[in-house]
Every structure is written in C-alpha cells, then in structure tokens.
C-alpha cells in the first residue's frame, strides 16, 4: 500500500516539476538578458537593423584580430537588466513586442532609444536644417522633408551626402584618423554568444587610432575597407539601393544583434555620427573617424539620434 502511494504521488509532482523547469527556461532564455520579456519590432530597413539583400549579393573579407591599446569607457546607460524597481515596466513599454528581432522604422527606433535614455537628448544634438541642406546641393522632396534615399537634412555646417556614382577620386593624398572599438561589449558580456568571447580585445580595441591615407574623393567606407583589409581584420558588408549606401554588417567577426537586438555598428567622424551612410560621407584631410560598437542602439554610444541612418 505504501509503495502504491509513493507511485501515485510521484505521479503527480513530475509533471508539475517539468512545467516549473519549462516556465523558467522560456522566461530566462535568449542572447540579450537586458531585453528579457519584449522586443523591437515592424519597419523598414535602418541601420543598425539588418537590412535586406541586394542584388548587388554580399562581399567579405576575413582575418585575424586586430591590434589592443588601453582607452577610457564610455559611461553605462540604462537598460532592463540593471534597472531599479519600478522602471522595468517602462523599458520594456519603449519597444511593443511584435516580431522579436524584426527591424524598427527610423522613427519607431528614434522612439525606443529616446524612451531607453529617459527621453533626453544626447548631448550637442543638432537638429538637421532643411535650408542650409538645400544651399550645399541636397535635394529635398518637399512632401516627405527628406532626399530621395530617406536622408533627413543635416545640421548647418555639417557636409551633406556625396552619391558614390557622383564622386570623383583624384590622386591627390591625404591624412584622416581610423579607429575600430568595441568597448561597449566589455559591459554586456552576458549579452554576447560565449563562443564569440575571444573576440572581444581586453581593451575593446579592434583597431587602435592610427593616422591613415586616401585619395581626394574617397568615402569613410573606401578608407575602412582598404584598412581591414591592410590589417587583416575580418569585416563583411552589404550594399542596400534603398539608401544608396554601403552597410556594414561585421568587424572582426561581430555582427550586428551579436550582443542584443539593439546592437551594431555605427561610425562618427569629428565627433558627429552621420545620418546617413559611410560610404555617401566624402573625407577631407583630418577627418577623425571613429567605427563603434553599440549594444543600445547608440545610447551607450552618444549617438542615439542618428540611429535613423
């Protein structure tokens, strides 16, 4: 009789065990702790979210990894994994669960890295001005306030976009400042795969700030490929029409959504982070260009404002 009991009491408390460890597992599962219980969702295609292929296909070249040299981090940023009580509920309200890992729109990630940030603006945000846009050759749809690659206009004094097609490369030399950093990982290593751990360098340096050539006429892409490729670091791209511009997918084997839904690559040059692509951004001798990593859709960065790009 006892050993009866034992069986019908088992009987019942497996399955209850098995759905306790199955709720804790959906729950707990996925690549971002940060974004546990939503999601980004619908939209058009915006860096840094995956674009779709063109059939221009995709090139790629592959290598070792890059050089180390010790540098600041940049300051943490808010997000649901290290959020006091009472906030998580209005992190996860930034993105509306509706497709994980679809795209947002330009305006919908404007919105959740705004939300992500406490609403506030980055500092020594400008706003892009439509007039001066205009006076520097930028052709403005007056039904949409933006070109006709969805650029918006972009702030008095900063250079407008050059269309690859458009750009004359002379053999006139000059000197601009390349780096490659991925600091922002080092603060979200339980984000990122464990297999692609060795790729991160101890510093968050992928390639450290060297002064580098190009040709009058060369874009921020032209630069960043011929150096990749010079250091033999691995760095994989796409061409998206929609943009008439190049985007760039992966740098020494980090990829866009390695560490989170919201991370991927973005650049700044003088300290500004264009709204549109790297390879529409014409150098001019001392140029300070910066490829950087982010994990929030540029916050963590301070570039959240040019996530539309």
Request: one cysteine or more.
């Amino acid at each position: 009789m006892k050993n009866m009991r034992k069986n019908y009491k088992w009987k019942i408390l497996a399955p209850i065990l098995l759905l306790a460890v199955l709720g804790f597992s959906f729950w707990y599962g996925g690549n971002a702790p940060g974004l546990r219980g939503w999601s980004v969702s619908k939209g058009t295609v915006s860096a840094p979210a995956k674009a779709e292929p063109s059939a221009a296909g995709r090139e790629e070249t592959k290598s070792g990894a890059g050089a180390s040299e010790s540098s600041a981090s940049a300051a943490p940023v808010p997000d649901i994994n290290t959020a006091k009580p009472g906030e998580e509920s209005a992190l996860k309200a930034a993105a509306p669960d509706s497709g994980k890992g679809r795209p947002l729109t330009a305006d919908g990630k404007l919105e959740t890295a705004r939300a992500l940030s406490g609403g506030e603006s980055s500092e020594g945000v400008e706003k892009g001005s439509e007039e001066y846009s205009k006076s520097q050759g930028m052709e403005i749809n007056p039904s949409t306030g933006k070109d006709k690659y969805f650029t918006d206009p972009v702030p008095s004094g900063k250079p407008v976009p050059v269309e690859p097609q458009n750009a004359v490369i002379t053999d006139e030399v000059h000197t601009c400042t390349l780096s490659v950093r991925c600091d922002t990982i080092l603060r979200n290593m339980s984000w990122l795969d464990k297999n692609k751990w060795e790729l991160v360098p101890r510093d968050g340096v992928i390639f450290a700030a060297k002064t580098v050539t190009f040709y009058k006429g060369e874009s921020v892409f032209n630069v960043l490929q011929r150096e990749m490729k010079k250091a033999k670091i691995h760095m994989e791209f796409r061409n998206t029409p929609m943009y008439n511009s190049v985007y760039i997918e992966g740098i020494n084997n980090l990829y866009e959504f390695d560490c989170g839904e919201l991370s991927g690559w973005m650049y700044r040059v003088n300290g500004w982070f264009p709204n549109y692509g790297c390879s529409r951004y014409q150098l001019k001798e001392g140029d300070v260009v910066e490829w950087v990593y982010t994990c929030n859709l540029g916050i963590d960065v301070g570039g959240y404002y040019a996530v539309g790009s």
